[in-house]
């Protein structure tokens, strides 16, 4: 105790207290999901005694590995293709948004400003069992790849608009502005001049909705239909209780891949845009980090 | 002059637009059909759009069963109860974290902060894959356990332990918390801390008058941001427990949308949970509102 | 993935209430046409205005103005045959056969539950020719003209084959709007090296209740109507379709005491947690455990697996084939039926999802010697005249359904 109040009164001293918490917080965050990955590259079937290294999960195995299962298949294929879909849809529709938002001030600006938000907040099963009730009752939209669609759309959108307005807050006007007393139109002020500039958050933008809709289970599941709609979430939620094979966490192994190598991408790339951009550069990880929930 | 005034706002339209169809209008038949009525052969929902039309047996049924001992009263006081500790645990955990990487982390400051990030971006559901492998009857924490002899025989962490159930809310939704506070405490100019350090105040005393009052509303962002979507969660229970011991509010609301006569019931709990949930969104949408008001600095 | 992984996830709804999301249209007009069947004293009317069948009050189901069977001797049209099943509820080389056999195509799409189903079959937009439904909703499909009644003459190995009790079921007196896929019992699945069996209990069903040092080791089912059910067997509730409250209540109050003694599972993966020794102690379907060998561990026998249900009096039940009102080549689905209830077809089904069809010619010595089911797994072959004295999930009206409903819920909520 006496040492404790000394390293606390002590400003000069290392935190080691803290040192320790991190790197154990650290390594509690991280080496469970390298070693569900390792056991993915099992060659037994149990997810917990390892009996050698193996591809059979991937590929090998000819009807339970993630290749030729059908359903971790098609759990993967879907997933990549609402991820596609979702990039596709919500990031013009966000940066457009953002655009309309940040330069509007007309009496309307201020709702939608608010309503923008609220898709960051309000809990997953709210949504999921609006938007299904919606669909099956009013709209008519069948359950399936277009109702997920649409219920990834909408909360992936707000994510789009906070990353551009952001960006967008911090260019500011001038730039545009320029354009404008040079003679350009402003639509050639918004392709020309705008749009460059909005590049990294637009990538940035694009990678987290991928990731967002990688991830996503309550909303894609309530909205699924039949088992081809079926992403890798859901296939893990319905079968990791189970005696599964490592067959899963493979199909998982490959979604942690694909994210981590999505955002690598993407925070290389923000990195050459916003290259001799001091204050862009400086917040680059954290722009692409801080906008997840 | 007109084709002025509608530039931007025409950029905002498709936006606006799909956010009234795809949420204001969906929140809108959830408030339908827990005030409207079934049909006769399938029991479906059947929405009722005119608030002056609107039922309220079903609502009055849930809110009689909220009343303290009755069955959705215990559910909710088990949820706050999880919610509460789970979020505890997170700050616990997270603030520390948080506060070394942007006060003390120098040279290993990207190092951490990659590495931080790492489990953010993995797919929540397939962490808790990860944590289900090891805490399986012979998995590597009960084999570990046994090893060093803390434990006789493996023990049932997946058998419908609160503990579990909390542990793994926390492990799920820490990584949420620890960037908003980072964002905050990274934000904090060094010289005022600096100011309180010469003017011969301890470190702790400083981190009690500086650091943590300039952090407050971080510490509010971030505990809102993982207590909302923790409050709708049934899918870690599910995972991690499987029990009606641990049922959660989440469960319960997805007991009812998925089978039975009564879906109106579920779009009434949906509708309690919002109500219950509002307060806490209204604080977070307005701190959000307000610090976007601000331009952001790097 | 093992082909019937996905049984139990179908499971879930398979007995429980529900209904579509939308409206249907013309419910109203064909619960009044359904109304004249319903004033026959003393029993309850279903959903639609359907008495609800039980084996003591057989119901023949109105056949509809506007929906009748099919003119014989059609000849059967183009494929594709559209095949609306559970996810691997069918063997793909029998669908292989059929398709070779009538040179057409058959798509089969599969829906995790029948819920599901239903929401997507009322809202048609989604069409269908043959669809795998339950005897709980058929009451319901049948007011809502979901299905076409049925021309026997397609149907020879209906009464060729299947059991006679079954080619003209009391839920359906003269098959005239289903045939039947296959029977299944539910049980109880027990490990014989960690726990001591039902028959040791005065009440075998006490072994839920009265194992020492079982907790989170005993499941039940994720089904509303089998827990609740058994847990009124348990009590000796012959009636396992009660509507008293009073029964419907305290036996959901007795399955919260198991939570507080055993902090009960409630789940669906009786299949895998046995052999696997996750569970000790579980409510199982008989097909579920008769597949037990392909989920054991290595060096474990199948022998430790034990299912057990009663003599007489246990619960039973059977799943049903349907061809629906707005299929585009109903004399195909009709062959697709016919061809399903051949003894070769329905030995490959079996072989597939360990469920045993119901046909005269199987009996369980053969499939014994066989090698299809495991000695030790005996019971959970299913017997035609078991269906005499055992209890079958049925249909409710709807405010037993709430009952019931409201019962598991508190059991879910864990209170």
């Not at chain 1, 759309?153 to 789009?160: A, G, H, K, L, M």
């Not at chain 2, 005030?35 to 309220?56: A, E, K, L």
């Not at chain 2, 289900?132 to 006789?152: A, F, K, T, Y």
């Not at chain 2, 010469?198 to 300039?214: E, I, K, M, N, Q």
Request: with cysteine.
């Amino acid at each position: 105790m006496k040492r404790l109040r000394d390293w606390w009164s002590n400003p000069w001293g290392r935190p080691r207290a803290l040192v320790a918490v991190t790197w154990l917080y650290i390594a509690w965050s991280i080496v469970p999901i390298a070693i569900a990955i390792l056991f993915s590259f099992n060659a037994g079937k149990s997810r917990t005694v390892w009996q050698g290294f193996s591809t059979r999960w991937y590929w090998g195995d000819p009807t339970q590995s993630v290749l030729h299962d059908p359903a971790l298949r098609s759990a993967l294929e879907q997933s990549l293709k609402l991820a596609a879909l979702d990039m596709a849809v919500s990031v013009p529709l966000g940066v457009a948004l953002a655009l309309g938002l940040t330069r509007w001030h007309g009496p309307g600006a201020r709702p939608v400003n608010v309503l923008m938000l609220f898709p960051l907040v309000t809990p997953e099963i709210v949504m999921a069992v609006s938007l299904l009730l919606v669909f099956v009752t009013l709209y008519g939209i069948q359950l399936g790849t277009t109702a997920q669609l649409l219920g990834q759309v909408t909360f992936s959108v707000s994510y789009v608009v906070v990353i551009v307005r952001g960006r967008l807050l911090s260019i500011g006007k001038e730039y545009e502005e320029a354009a404008t007393d040079l003679g350009a139109s402003r639509v050639a002020a918004l392709r020309l001049v705008l749009l460059p500039l909005l590049a990294p958050a637009i990538f940035a933008s694009l990678m987290v909705v991928f990731a967002l809709s990688i991830d996503d289970f309550v909303v894609t599941d309530y909205l699924s239909s039949d088992a081809s709609t079926q992403t890798v979430p859901i296939q893990i939620y319905s079968s990791v209780r189970g005696t599964t094979t490592p067959a899963l966490n493979a199909l998982a192994t490959v979604i942690v891949v694909a994210t981590l190598l999505a955002v690598a991408f993407a925070y290389v790339v923000h990195r050459r845009f916003t290259a001799g951009d001091e204050a862009a550069r400086g917040s680059a990880l954290r722009e692409i980090a801080a906008f997840d929930v | 002059m007109a084709r002025r005034g509608l530039f931007w706002p025409l950029f905002a339209l498709p936006g606006a637009v799909w956010l009234v169809l795809f949420f204001l209008i969906p929140f809108y038949a959830v408030l339908s059909v827990a005030f409207g009525t079934v049909d006769p052969i399938f029991q479906g929902p059947v929405p009722v759009w005119n608030p002056f039309d609107w039922h309220f047996t079903t609502m009055r049924s849930v809110l009689e069963q909220l009343r303290p001992g009755q069955v959705f009263w215990t559910v909710f006081v088990r949820t706050f109860a999880y919610v509460g500790i789970a979020l505890a645990g997170c700050l616990a955990i997270g603030y520390p974290v948080a506060y070394y990487l942007a006060r003390h982390a120098r040279r290993t400051k990207a190092l951490l902060l990659v590495l931080l990030i790492i489990p953010f971006w993995v797919s929540y559901l397939m962490r808790m894959l990860a944590w289900i492998g090891l805490l399986l009857p012979d998995g590597l924490v009960n084999r570990s356990l046994v090893d060093i002899g803390l434990l006789s025989h493996p023990h049932g962490w997946l058998d419908g332990q609160p503990s579990s159930v909390i542990f793994a809310l926390v492990y799920g939704y820490v990584p949420y918390l620890i960037l908003p506070l980072f964002a905050t405490l990274d934000r904090i100019e060094p010289h005022l801390i600096e100011a309180g350090l010469d003017l011969g105040a301890s470190r702790f005393s400083t981190f009690l008058h500086v650091t943590l009052p300039l952090s407050k509303q971080g510490i509010l962002a971030g505990s809102v941001l993982i207590a909302l979507p923790m409050f709708g969660d049934y899918y870690t229970n599910d995972v991690i427990s499987g029990s009606p011991g641990t049922s959660m509010i989440g469960n319960q609301i997805n007991l009812f949308f998925q089978g039975g006569p009564q879906r109106t019931t579920g779009a009434a709990l949906v509708i309690v949970l919002a109500v219950l949930l509002g307060a806490l969104m209204s604080y977070y949408l307005y701190s959000t509102v307000r610090a976007s008001r601000q331009p952001v600095t790097a | 993935m093992h082909p019937r992984e996905r049984r139990s996830t179908r499971r879930r709804f398979l007995l429980s209430a529900a209904g579509a999301f939308a409206a249907v249209p013309g419910a109203k007009a064909s619960l009044r046409a359904g109304m004249p069947l319903a004033r026959r004293a003393g029993v309850p009317l279903g959903p639609g205005g359907i008495p609800l069948a039980r084996r003591d009050h057989p119901v023949t189901l109105p056949i509809y103005h506007g929906n009748e069977p099919i003119a014989s001797g059609r000849s059967p049209e183009k494929g594709p045959l559209e095949v609306f099943t559970w996810s691997a509820y069918i063997n793909p080389k029998v669908v292989k056969e059929f398709e070779q056999h009538y040179n057409v195509k058959v798509t089969v799409t599969s829906f995790e539950n029948e819920e599901e189903a239903l929401s997507k079959l009322t809202t048609g937009a989604v069409r269908f020719d043959v669809w795998f439904a339950t005897v709980e909703y058929l009451g319901k499909v049948v007011a809502g003209k979901l299905i076409q009644p049925l021309n026997h003459r397609y149907l020879p190995n209906l009464q060729a084959n299947v059991w006679p009790s079954l080619a003209s079921p009391y839920y359906d007196v003269g098959s005239r709007y289903t045939v039947p896929y296959v029977v299944y019992t539910t049980g109880i699945a027990w490990r014989r090296d960690k726990v001591k069996a039902p028959t040791t209990f005065a009440n075998p069903y006490d072994i839920f209740w009265q194992t020492p040092r079982s907790s989170g080791k005993v499941a039940v089912i994720d089904d509303l109507r089998e827990a609740l059910g058994m847990a009124l067997l348990r009590r000796r509730v012959v009636d396992v379709n009660t509507e008293s409250p009073a029964l419907v209540n305290r036996a959901g109050a007795d399955l919260s005491q198991l939570t507080r003694l055993v902090n009960v599972k409630v789940n669906q993966t009786d299949y895998q947690d046995i052999p696997s020794g996750a569970t000790w102690i579980t409510q199982a379907y008989s097909g579920d455990m008769a597949t037990s060998a392909a989920y054991m561990p290595k060096g474990v026998p199948v022998d430790v697996v034990g299912f057990w249900r009663p003599q007489q009096g246990g619960m039973i039940g059977n799943d049903i084939i349907t061809v629906l009102r707005t299929a585009k080549r109903p004399v195909l689905a009709h062959h697709f039926l016919n061809f399903l209830l051949d003894r070769k077809h329905a030995l490959e089904n079996f072989s597939f999802l360990g469920y045993v069809p119901p046909q005269k010619s199987l009996d369980p010595q053969s499939l014994i010697a066989q090698g299809y089911v495991p000695k030790s797994l005996a019971s959970t072959i299913v017997r035609e005249e078991e269906f005499r004295h055992d209890r079958t999930l049925l249909p409710l009206t709807i405010a037993g359904e709430v009952l019931w409903q409201n019962a598991w819920s508190k059991f879910k909520a864990g209170g």
